[in-house]
């Protein structure tokens, strides 16, 4: 990506096709803790000009060409993410190992993405790729404990903040940031209320109930892509190696949340209360399987097989979208 691209924006014509096709993987990789939407545009080859829009628009400079590109990326994810929230959550709640073996290799697809950007790989690149993995490992290490008050607007917006800029961000996942948060699925499912309220049952007032989660979180968002997608084109522009080899440390790092073999065990204080009152009646913290505490299990050499082959199909995955964008300029 030469700097003469960045700071001149995006050129004549929108690729609307390749737009739409990027929002559409941009919205479901938000929806998969692991993999970057920002990788996922930089495969379809629109990375370049969704930066550049952004930054226009943030700016307040209106460009028919800035508004098209966001708008069709934009609403391309928001389609994505309104449509699979419900489904996403569900597989994870229930397949879990699966989804995160698949979600380890849809990580690891970004890595030759990224190590193409970095080439040739100096000391600079270097020190970021060191600094990018330190910042995963110390994430990791450090997450917030149950005594965080999760559900908090405050924290909602945070996680807006965090999730969005990491949205944009070649490398690092935003699902998998509100994953080490913990609302990674309070905020799907939150999502999916509010569409089967207004889809299936016509009920705006029940819509309105998930306020205090999705208001907090679509203004952290906003204030999340405008802010890194300015700070993201500037440092391109000054510091290009070193800011593309934090990028690789970013994803490389990530893969430290992603252990698949863990399960859901149900508190024994909550099992109970449904044995005593009955499901419907012992609503409450704990009750729903979606707050369950994880724990780790060993794998049968099957399963450690299945994980492996299904890192590869992940793997796969983002490496087909890159050729998907094949055509575009070799540093894009």
């Not at 050129?11 to 990788?39: D, H, K, Q, Y």
């Not at 370049?48 to 028919?64: K, M, P, Q, Y």
């Not at 790989?121 to 008050?149: K, N, W, Y």
């Not at 419907?280 to 299945?306: C, H, R, S, Y």
Request: charged share 15%; hydrophobic share 55%; glycine share 14%.
């Amino acid at each position: 990506m030469s700097k003469d691209e960045v700071q001149h924006g995006i050129p004549e014509g929108v690729p609307v096709v390749r737009c739409v096709a990027g929002g559409v993987f941009m919205g479901l990789a938000n929806l998969v803790p692991g993999i970057s939407g920002g990788t996922m545009l930089l495969a379809a080859g629109v990375y370049r000009r969704f930066i550049g829009a952004v930054s226009e628009l943030s700016t307040l400079r209106f460009r028919a060409g800035s508004i098209a590109v966001v708008a069709l990326i934009g609403l391309a994810a928001l389609g994505a993410i309104g449509g699979l929230a419900g489904t996403m959550k569900m597989l994870v709640i229930e397949h879990r190992w699966v989804m995160y073996s698949l979600f380890i290799g849809l990580t690891l697809g970004g890595v030759p993405i990224l190590h193409k950007l970095a080439r040739p790989i100096d000391a600079r690149a270097v020190a970021g790729t060191v600094l990018g993995l330190a910042l995963m490992v110390g994430m990791f290490v450090f997450s917030p404990d149950e005594t965080v008050h999760r559900h908090s607007m405050g924290f909602m917006f945070a996680a807006g903040v965090l999730g969005a800029s990491a949205m944009i961000l070649p490398g690092i996942s935003g699902a998998y940031l509100l994953i080490l948060l913990g609302v990674y699925v309070p905020i799907l499912a939150s999502v999916d209320r509010v569409k089967g309220a207004v889809i299936y049952g016509g009920d705006i007032a029940a819509a309105l109930q998930e306020w205090r989660v999705v208001v907090p979180v679509g203004i952290g968002v906003v204030v999340g892509i405008a802010g890194v997608s300015n700070l993201l084109k500037w440092l391109l522009l000054k510091h290009e190696k070193v800011t593309v080899g934090f990028l690789l440390g970013l994803v490389v790092g990530s893969v430290l949340g992603l252990w698949p073999f863990k399960v859901a065990v149900q508190p024994a204080e909550t099992a109970l209360l449904e044995e005593t009152l009955g499901r419907e009646v012992a609503a409450g913290p704990g009750v729903n399987k979606d707050e369950w505490p994880l724990e780790p299990f060993t794998p049968g050499a099957a399963q450690i097989a299945a994980s492996i082959g299904l890192i590869g199909v992940g793997f796969a995955m983002t490496m087909g979208v890159a050729w998907i964008g094949r055509e575009k300029p070799k540093r894009d």
